[in-house]
């Protein structure tokens, strides 16, 4: 009986922070100049098509996150968006339940909740 208890305690301890970090992360993309357009995103766990301005969901990690985009009157602009790490209530939850899926898939690491291309007028 004890051990089934101790069990389902320390499963119940460790996927609660699984559910409080989420894999996932959206940041919200815009052009610096207000244009509408295309970005190819992608880090080392995928590759998403976001269209600019909005909002696209990306996966976590601790790699950067490339950005290769169009606007719609043709040019073209290569952008980066480095990860940082999440916030400390989270970290401290994380640890204090002993979640070993924290580190292994990146849910220490977070990008910005928005981010802006900079892009140069068109001339």
Partial sequence: MKAILIIALTTILTSCASLV???????RLSFSDGSAGECNIKNK??????QLP?????RRSNDDLKL??????GRSVVSVIH???QNLQ???????VVDPTV???????SYPASHVVLIMPYQ
């Fill in 21 to 27: 970090i989420d894999s996932m992360v959206p940041i």
């Fill in 45 to 50: 766990y995928g590759k998403w098509v976001a």
């Fill in 83 to 85: 990860p940082s790490p």
């Fill in 54 to 58: 909005g909002v696209v969901e990306v």
């Fill in 90 to 96: 989270t970290l401290v939850l994380s640890v204090a």
């Fill in 103 to 109: 580190e292994m898939f990146n849910k220490d690491r």
């Fill in 68 to 73: 290769v985009c169009t606007v719609a009157d």
